[in-house]
């Protein structure tokens, strides 16, 4: 078989499969955007041109969205990867040996492996005000009770911890496997030099781990722009529009409530183009820092 | 060689001859696809599913979804006309949405007569009503009923409170948390969540939805008083975010002294297994306002869906499950079950297993209830737009206030009519 057979036979099937689970829906959602298909009303659907993105931008509550997810993003991807990648692998990586480090191991894994709106249901359970066991145990000292889910001030930060919890042990244990394959030889050279601790790890190992890692930074930036399940379950975007998030916004109004399925694909959209756009920005920026 | 051939041809012909009757029967045999919501009453009449399955060779399949996803999948099935779903769990809430959408057939022209639908409580089967086409057939009701701490009052020697004034003074008298709160009412918002249970408020202090234009009106000071009443029973609830079932769940585990809830919710607050306060609990009718005492209802009910019954085949069986499911012999047994308010028949409530299954204080309370029942949300189909959007509104007032956070009624009412014109406008 020559390259470009070989090219035709495994290539064009895996594009095909490609357009029509990726790039037909996102087709049909930007044909939609510039509609005005509403579920809940029987008039002819005809198309009103860049009307929704023009709505858009004078919608208080998707400029709420907008800010809500940013926010989301950079708590939850900053805060996994301090704690996960910052503060957790070195201290296992340097004090944890043998069969106790595959504990840990296996332990970090945890979190992840539960399903997400499992995960949520126990989480609010804890959270409660009245029969959560986190407010049981701050009343010993005299605390609370605290409405971590329903007090519009704390409920984007008592949702994201939930989150950070679920990342940060699994980037931990992801990165602890990364340090493993660094050469000895390099971090003793370091020593050798007088390096400090943090100094081996700022200028000698993190930088050598930088690639792979990227694939898990990214892996994390976008689920957190997709946090849709842990959220709708937690606090379904309450109190008010205090954790609505974009994609919780858009499914209230393309179907949660209502039925503007056209306005909900301007959102995706903008959602998505807002995605590449950060993705490219946060891209280029570690790269360049990495060089 | 030749002879395993022979085997495998053999094999082929004996399995076509045993498969092909089967398929030919299972094309013959219809399908309904009910689309629902989790309700006990629906577990139980699950298990007696066969008896009407055998009898008409239909085959029936629940898909169960919680109340506000049911609410959208409905819409979304109806909508797009694809047509998914046969029958149609419907409420008070989107009736006029899906009558002035074409998506349900007039219940009455496929519901069998055996069934007799003139047995069903005239009010409920209004509010299933549009224009005077009935679209679904009543299968259980909703209205307010106290709830209240017997043991807790006499101990005390409270009164039961007759007004809102004298509640708001029983709740506070008793809030002591967290060991006991007050009161418990739903926060959460949402057109069906706490937008439903704060419109009786509105009703009572003099408020109303929509001028005698039609002009949406719900930022008037009396309503502005009505937030102000409710913001102080949700200062004394267990949380500012209660859902329907939270309140309730509240009262049963013994941390709450009284409730104005969902008379079908004694049916849980009876039940020994679930509720600690099961033999601890008096009922009363709703406290009065300044306008009297009102009490919303709901009713939820079962329609044939336009565009999951495309034949003539599908309405008639349709019609066929949905006459069997809210039959008589149906109710009397969610009466002897346990269920028996999820009820919407004259006959049942007139029965004797009825008056046995219940107390008479309570029984006493559901009759004063229903004299005072009022449809308190508007029935129209932008309503549940109007209402998410009022609800999200009254859930920040109430975590705000909860949190001890300033807040201002008149600016969100103001907000939520503005976005109630722009819906109205756009239709």
Redesign the interface.
């Known amino acids: 078989m020559t390259r470009k057979q070989f090219f035709l036979v495994f290539m064009i099937p895996t594009f095909i499969i490609l357009f029509f689970l990726a790039f037909y829906p996102l087709l049909n959602a930007f044909y939609y955007s510039l509609q005005n298909w509403d579920?809940?009303?029987?008039r002819p659907i005809r198309f009103v041109g860049l009307k929704n993105y023009i709505q858009l931008f004078t919608d208080a509550r998707f400029l709420n969205s907008l800010r809500i997810s940013l926010l989301w993003s950079v708590i939850t991807v900053g805060f996994s990867v301090f704690f996960g990648a910052g503060l957790l692998a070195p201290l296992i990586n340097d004090n944890a040996k043998g069969s106790f480090r595959t504990i840990c191991l296996f332990i970090f894994i945890i979190p992840a492996l539960l399903p997400r709106v499992g995960a949520a249901y126990m989480w609010r359970l804890m959270y409660?005000?009245?029969?959560g066991i986190i407010?049981y145990f701050l009343?010993f000292f005299g605390i609370g009770?605290i409405?971590f889910?329903?007090?519009?001030?704390y409920a984007l930060y008592s949702v994201a911890a939930i989150d950070i919890w679920q990342w940060s042990f699994l980037i931990a244990a992801l990165t602890i496997i990364l340090l493993q394959d660094i050469p000895k030889e390099i971090i003793e050279a370091g020593s050798l030099d007088g390096a400090k601790r943090w100094q081996l790890y700022r200028f000698i190992i993190f930088p050598v781990i930088v690639p792979p890692f990227l694939s898990i930074f990214f892996i994390k930036m976008m689920e957190s722009l997709r946090s849709f399940d842990f959220i709708f379950v937690l606090t379904?975007g309450?109190?008010?529009?205090?954790t609505e998030t974009l994609d919780m916004y858009a499914y209230?109004q393309g179907?949660?409530?209502?039925?503007r399925v056209s306005y909900a694909s301007s959102m995706s959209i903008v959602m998505l183009v807002i995605t590449i756009i950060l993705i490219t920005i946060v891209w280029r920026g570690l790269v360049r820092w990495h060089e | 060689m030749k002879k395993s051939l022979f085997v495998l041809l053999l094999i082929t012909i004996t399995m076509s001859l045993l498969i092909i009757p089967g398929l030919a029967s299972a094309q013959n045999k219809i399908t309904i696809n009910v689309l629902t919501q989790p309700r006990r009453e629906w577990e139980l009449l699950e298990q007696y599913l066969p008896e009407f399955e055998e009898k008409e060779n239909i085959d029936v399949v629940f898909h169960y979804f919680a109340e506000l996803e049911r609410r959208s999948k409905s819409r979304l099935d109806a909508s797009t006309k694809a047509g998914q779903y046969q029958v149609y769990y419907i409420d008070e809430a989107n009736v006029a949405e899906f009558a002035v959408n074409n998506w349900l057939i007039p219940i009455k022209d496929y519901y069998p007569e055996e069934y007799d639908f003139a047995d069903f409580s005239e009010p409920l089967v209004a509010v299933l009503t549009f224009n005077d086409i009935t679209y679904g057939a009543p299968m259980t009701f909703e209205g307010n009923v106290m709830f209240y701490r017997k043991d807790l009052f006499e101990r005390d020697g409270i009164a039961v409170p007759q007004t809102l004034d004298e509640y708001l003074e029983v709740v506070k008298h008793f809030h002591n948390p967290p060991e006991l709160y007050g009161t418990a009412v739903r926060g959460l918002r949402g057109s069906g969540m706490n937008v439903w249970r704060f419109s009786p408020y509105l009703k009572m202090f003099g408020g109303q939805y929509l001028d005698e234009n039609g002009v949406p009106a719900f930022n008037s000071p009396e309503a502005v008083k009505a937030v102000e009443y409710y913001i102080e029973l949700i200062k004394h609830s267990p949380s500012p975010t209660l859902s329907w079932s939270d309140a309730m769940d509240n009262f049963n585990a013994g941390k709450v002294a009284i409730v104005e809830y969902a008379n079908l919710k004694m049916d849980y607050t009876m039940d020994p297994k679930g509720s600690v306060v099961y033999d601890k609990v008096g009922y009363s009718k709703p406290a009065a306002g300044p306008m009297g005492a009102i009490s919303n209802t709901a009713v939820h009910g079962l329609g044939i869906s336009v565009a999951g019954c495309p034949t003539e085949e599908l309405k008639a069986a349709a019609g066929k499950f949905i006459g069997w499911f809210t039959s008589k012999e149906n109710e009397i047994r969610k009466v002897v079950a346990g269920s028996g308010l999820t009820n919407a028949r004259k006959s049942t409530f007139a029965s004797s297993e009825f008056a046995a299954a219940y107390p008479a204080e309570f029984v006493e309370a559901q009759v004063e209830m229903m004299k005072i029942q009022q449809m308190c949300i508007l029935q129209i189909p932008e309503w549940p737009e109007i209402g998410d959007y009022l609800g999200i509104k009254l859930e920040e007032l109430f975590t705000k206030a909860y949190a001890g956070q300033s807040y201002d009624i008149q600016a969100a009412l103001d907000d939520a009519v503005a976005y109630a014109k722009e819906v109205l406008g756009k239709k």
Not at chain 1, 39 to 42: F, I, V
Not at chain 1, 128 to 131: A, G, N, R, V
Not at chain 1, 255 to 259: V, Y
């Open positions: 579920l809940r009303s029987s409660s005000s009245s029969i407010n009343s009770p409405g889910l329903e007090n519009p001030s379904a309450g109190p008010g529009v205090a209230w179907i949660g409530s209502a039925g």
